[in-house]
């Protein structure tokens, strides 16, 4: 798909040793990484009890868990099973480690996803723009091809995102400060 909105003809494998398929298998994981990380696609997010680690925080917080292995973006973390209602709770990423004040704590996240198979038709078609914009210029020797990659890219995103997100009970925001409260 990347490589026909670029104006070329389509590849069957990325092992078929041609140029365009070592480019595109040079960065597949990278970019496949890069376009999750770009929206809590509805696909890949994951929910897991984190694992309490033995170790002791030098300073600054009083627990430390392992971050799962495939935790590519943090959407939120709670004391609860219910993230989604519960506050978010202060806490810090450092490595693959998380540090709170929370001996118990529920993690939402985006997920690798390594199995095409499960990508949603928007995400990949989105993949695609981006990675005919990471390859334009090396495959195509033509910067405007890239800049037109990349205006395709956030459109793509953009339309993704909206779509994406109406397959969620709409989050109620509530807002609370001095100006609101001077109204009443």
Known sequence: MALIRMGGP????????????????????TVVDIVLRDHPWNFAI??????????????????????????????????????????????KIEGQKLYTDESAVYLKYVQRITSIGTFDARFASALASRLAMETAIYLTQKPEVKSQMQKEYFLELSGARGIDAQEDTPQEVVISGDWEDSRL
């Not at 389509?10 to 041609?18: A, N, Q, V």
């Not at 973006?73 to 519960?86: A, E, P, W």
């Open 46 to 91: 994951a929910r897991s009890n984190m694992t309490l680690l033995a170790e002791t925080p030098t300073w600054g917080f009083t627990y430390v868990f392992q971050l799962p292995t495939d935790c590519l973006r943090i959407l939120g973390i709670g004391d609860s099973d219910n993230v989604d209602i519960n506050p978010l709770l202060v806490y």
């Open 10 to 29: 389509p590849i069957t494998s990325l092992d078929d040793g041609s140029k365009i398929a070592n480019t595109f298998k040079a960065i597949w994981d």
